[in-house]
């Protein structure tokens, strides 16, 4: 158990400062369930607003107004993140934002019981009070259509993390394409933080997350003997912050995550599962009741860090 517990404070403390490398991690993984539950890289469908953060291009499709909350307890519960977003149309643009909330609280900070000597028998390790870790990522995204079978998308994301009594602020930028192929296939594609996005740490100290390319290829058909249609998604994402240890591939500089997702839908339920090569498999459900849609995912224990749970709830207007 406390070999355990250490690999879960490390993860974390990886997961949500490190270095330049682990910078975006807090922005880099699914927010709501449906994705969660099919891999964690679509970009060609969504039952919710959640495309404002994952795609915007998509956001045309939406025919009503919509809001999505999301919850999730990660690393048997230490992380909690917390997911909002709201989707209308303004003019000929449709519009969105979205809030991620990521919190560790109850971090024990130690010191020596005599300062001044060193590790010892007689000088223990005692504990000196506790802080709490929060991150958090506003988007402002828009996406239009550019043809029939063709729209684009862009998106602002404004960054905060605060540590004890230290901070970081800082800004980056996505685009995003949408493209409705022939028989049934849909493309999507997204280049994340752009232009290099930076976070500027009160300590004097920046952090910098480097450009990612995500690719995703939907296929859609129907079961007529079962009366139910499906998906079928595939992914990857292309990284430039050598990641290579859990990567299916690296060439170079870049590194390659795949993942692949499968949904159901008898009438109003879905029934869904997925996997990623940097994460593990993943399942979940859903079900869409009047204008509401609820979603649950389950992503089992990985690498010793526990269960992840993750639930949505939107609902949609004229």
């Not at 048997?76 to 989707?87: D, S």
């Not at 058909?221 to 990641?243: H, M, P, Q, S, V």
């Not at 591939?249 to 390659?256: I, M, N, P, V």
Request: hydrophobic share 40%; aromatic share 16%.
């Amino acid at each position: 158990m406390i070999q355990k517990t250490i690999i879960i404070l490390l993860t974390v403390i990886c997961y949500l400062s490190g270095g330049s490398k682990y910078a975006g991690e807090f922005i880099g993984g699914g927010v709501d369930a449906r994705s969660l539950s099919l891999g964690n890289i679509v970009l060609t469908s969504f039952n919710n607003p959640s495309a404002v953060y994952f795609n915007p291009s998509f956001l045309p499709e939406m025919a009503m107004d919509g809001v999505t909350v999301s919850h999730s307890e990660r690393f048997e519960g230490i992380v909690q993140q917390e997911f909002a977003a709201y989707k209308t149309k303004y003019r000929e643009f449709d519009v969105g934002a979205a809030l991620i909330w990521i919190n560790v609280d109850g971090i024990t900070l130690t010191r020596l019981e005599n300062e001044d000597e060193v590790i010892s028998p007689d000088n223990r390790i005692i504990p000196d009070g506790t802080v709490s870790d929060n991150e958090f990522a506003f988007f402002l995204s828009m996406g239009r259509k550019f043809r029939d079978n063709m729209n684009w998308g862009a998106g602002v994301k404004l960054l905060y993390k605060t540590f004890e009594e230290e901070s970081a602020s800082g800004i980056g930028f996505d685009v995003s394409g949408l493209y409705k192929a022939p028989y049934n296939i849909d493309l999507g594609l997204k280049i994340q933080d752009i232009t290099t996005s930076a976070l500027f740490w009160t300590t004097g100290t920046n952090e910098f997350i480097s450009p990612s390319i995500l690719f995703n290829a939907e296929y859609n058909g129907r079961l007529e003997y079962f009366l139910a249609d499906y998906k079928i998604i595939g992914g990857t994402k292309i990284r430039t912050e050598n990641y290579s240890e859990y990567s299916f591939a690296s060439l170079g500089f870049a590194d390659f995550i795949l993942s692949a997702g499968l949904e159901l839908k008898f009438k109003n339920v879905f029934i869904r599962g997925g996997y990623n090569t940097d994460d593990t498999w993943s399942a979940g459900s859903g079900l869409e009741l009047f204008n509401f849609v609820l979603d649950y995912a389950f992503r089992p224990d990985f690498e010793d860090l526990g269960n992840t749970h993750k639930a949505s709830i939107s609902y949609f207007w004229k």
